[in-house]
C-alpha cells in the first residue's frame, strides 16, 4: 500500500493529524495498535482552549459541562470557585477518541486498527511495517502513538522524562458521587508533584492520582485515601490504571527526516495540568501543515513543524514547567493566591478557555519575570532526580 502520509496512533493527536491532511486532499492511513473503539487512561477533560482547536463540534460525545473548582488544600482547606461560561468539557476517551478517528474517516482517511506497527523504516519516504505483515509506504509518517508507542524507540530517539498518574471509575450508585455535577474537584498539595481530581461524567465519576514517577508505588494508597476523604468507597473503584504522562524539556527532536512527532510521543503534556489532549490535536494540526507544504514540494523538510511549535507550543510549555516547579516547592502560598485572589483566579479562567496563554500571563509580571525565572530554575534543580523516568522496554 502506498499514501502520501501515515499516521501511527489514533489518539486525538494523530486522529486530528489525519483529518487536515485528508481534509486537504492527502491520502491518508492511520495505523492503531488497539481495535476501536478502545480506552485509554485519562481524566478526559478536555478544556475549552483545546475544543477552539477543533474545526468541528464534539458534543455527541460531552457528558458535562465543567463551571468551577472545588479546590482542597492537603484534604482540609477547602473552597469553590465558579466562572459564568464553561471551563471544559468531560468526556470519556472511548467514545471521544472513536468519533474523532471517525471525524478523519469521514474526510478520506483510511482507519487500520488491531494491527500494530513494530519496525519503521526511513528513506527518501518511510516504510512501515506492522505486526500482521503489512508494510504502508508514505511520504511522510506522522508519529501519533502516546507514552509507550513504538516510533520514538524505532527511530532511536531517547525516552522523554515523565510523570505518572493512577485513575480509577467510582460508579453514580455511590452517594458521594450525588453531588458531583457542573464543577470537578482537585487536591493539592498532598501529592508529590501532581494532584488529584474528580472527573463527573454522566454514569460515574472519574478519580485519580498524578505526580512524579518516584512515587508511582504509593499511587494506589494515595487514591483510596483520597476517594475515601472524599466519601467513596475506595475498594468499590473500577477499571484502576496507571499510565505514563511524558514531559517535553526544551530542544527535544520533534522531526526526523520525513517523520513528524506530535501529541504524547512528542512530550506535549502540560506539566503543571497533566492536560495533554489540547497540544495532541493542536501539534497534530501543525504537524499536517508542515507535512502537506512538503509533500506539496512548498517545503524542502518538516522543519516548518519545529518553527510552529517552537512559537505556538513551547513558550506556553516553558512557562508551565516554571510554575510546576515553584508550585511543588511551596504549594500554599499559590493555593492561597487561586482561593483569595480574583484576578489570579480569573487569569487561570482565561488560560483554560483559551483567551490567555501561561506565557501572556508571565509577560503581565513585567520586571518580576527575572525573580519567578530564577526561583523555578532553583526549585527545577531540586525536583530533577524525582521526575526521572526510566519507561521499561514494551
Ligand atoms: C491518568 C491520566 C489522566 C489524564 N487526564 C487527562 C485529562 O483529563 N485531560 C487531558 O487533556 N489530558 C489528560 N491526560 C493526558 C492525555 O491522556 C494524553 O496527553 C493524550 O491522550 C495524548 O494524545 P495522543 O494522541 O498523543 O496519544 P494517545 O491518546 O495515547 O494515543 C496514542 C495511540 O497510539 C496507539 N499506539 C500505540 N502504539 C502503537 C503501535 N505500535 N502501532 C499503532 N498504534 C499504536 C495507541 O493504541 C493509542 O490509540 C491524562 C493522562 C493520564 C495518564
Redesign the pocket.
Known amino acids: 500500500m502506498r499514501v502520501d502520509a501515515v499516521v501511527?496512533?489514533?489518539?486525538?493527536?494523530?486522529?486530528?493529524a489525519a483529518y487536515a491532511l485528508a481534509s486537504a486532499g492527502a491520502s491518508v492511513a492511520i495505523?492503531?495498535?488497539?481495535r476501536f473503539p478502545?480506552d485509554?487512561?485519562?481524566?478526559?477533560?478536555?478544556?475549552v482552549s483545546?475544543l477552539q482547536h477543533l474545526p468541528f463540534d464534539i458534543s455527541p460525545v460531552v457528558e458535562r459541562e465543567i463551571f468551577g473548582f472545588r479546590v482542597r488544600y492537603r484534604r482540609q482547606d477547602e473552597f469553590n470557585h465558579r466562572y459564568d461560561e464553561p471551563l471544559a468539557v468531560m468526556t470519556q476517551?472511548s467514545r471521544l477518541?472513536a468519533f474523532l478517528a471517525e471525524q478523519a474517516v469521514y474526510a478520506g482517511a483510511e482507519l487500520r486498527d488491531g494491527?500494530?506497527?513494530?519496525a519503521i523504516e526511513t528513506n527518501r519516504g518511510v516504510t512501515v511495517r506492522?505486526t500482521r505483515g503489512d508494510a504502508v509506504e508514505a511520504g511522510v509518517l506522522i508519529a501519533?502513538?502516546?507514552?509507550?508507542?513504538?516510533?520514538r524507540r524505532a527511530l532511536g530517539l531517547p525516552r522523554l522524562r515523565a510523570a505518572?498518574?493512577?485513575?480509577g471509575n467510582a460508579p453514580r450508585s455511590q452517594p458521594a458521587a450525588e453531588r458531583w455535577t457542573d464543577h470537578v474537584g482537585l487536591e493539592l498539595g498532598s501529592i508529590r508533584g501532581g494532584y488529584g481530581?474528580v472527573?463527573p461524567k454522566r454514569e460515574h465519576c472519574?478519580l485519580?492520582v498524578?505526580g512524579y514517577p518516584s512515587g508511582a508505588p504509593e499511587l494506589r494508597r494515595e487514591l483510596a485515601d483520597y476517594a475515601r476523604s472524599e466519601g467513596f468507597e475506595a475498594e468499590a473503584l473500577e477499571q484502576l490504571?496507571?499510565?505514563?504522562?511524558p514531559l517535553r524539556d526544551a530542544g527535544q527532536t520533534l522531526t526526523l527526516g520525513p517523520v513528524a512527532l506530535?501529541?504524547?510521543?512528542?512530550g506535549?503534556?502540560?506539566p503543571l495540568?497533566?492536560?495533554?489532549?489540547?497540544?495532541?490535536i493542536r501539534?497534530?494540526q501543525l504537524a499536517a501543515e508542515a507535512a502537506q507544504r512538503y509533500l506539496d514540494g512548498a517545503a524542502p523538510d518538516l522543519r516548518g513543524y519545529e518553527t510552529a511549535v517552537a512559537d505556538e507550543i513551547d513558550p506556553d510549555l516553558a512557562v508551565a514547567r516554571q510554575l510546576q516547579a515553584l508550585f511543588h516547592q511551596l504549594p500554599w502560598p499559590y493555593v492561597q493566591l487561586l482561593r483569595r485572589s480574583s484576578r489570579f483566579w480569573g487569569a487561570f479562567c482565561r488560560i483554560v478557555r483559551g483567551e490567555s496563554s501561561y506565557h501572556g500571563f508571565r509577560s503581565r509580571l513585567g520586571p518580576a519575570q527575572t525573580l519567578v525565572a530564577l526561583a523555578a530554575a532553583y526549585a527545577e534543580q531540586g525536583q530533577r532526580p524525582q521526575a526521572r523516568w526510566q519507561a521499561e522496554p514494551t
Open positions: 501511527v496512533g489514533a489518539g486525538p493527536g494523530g486522529s486530528s495505523l492503531e495498535r488497539a478502545r485509554k487512561p485519562c481524566g478526559g477533560g478536555v478544556l483545546a476517551r477518541d494491527d500494530p506497527v513494530r506492522t501519533a502513538d502516546g507514552a509507550n508507542g513504538v516510533c505518572v498518574a493512577l485513575e481530581w472527573f472519574n485519580g498524578g490504571r496507571a499510565h505514563h504522562l506530535i501529541g504524547d510521543a512528542a506535549l503534556i502540560d495540568s497533566g492536560e495533554g489532549i489540547g497540544n495532541a501539534s497534530g
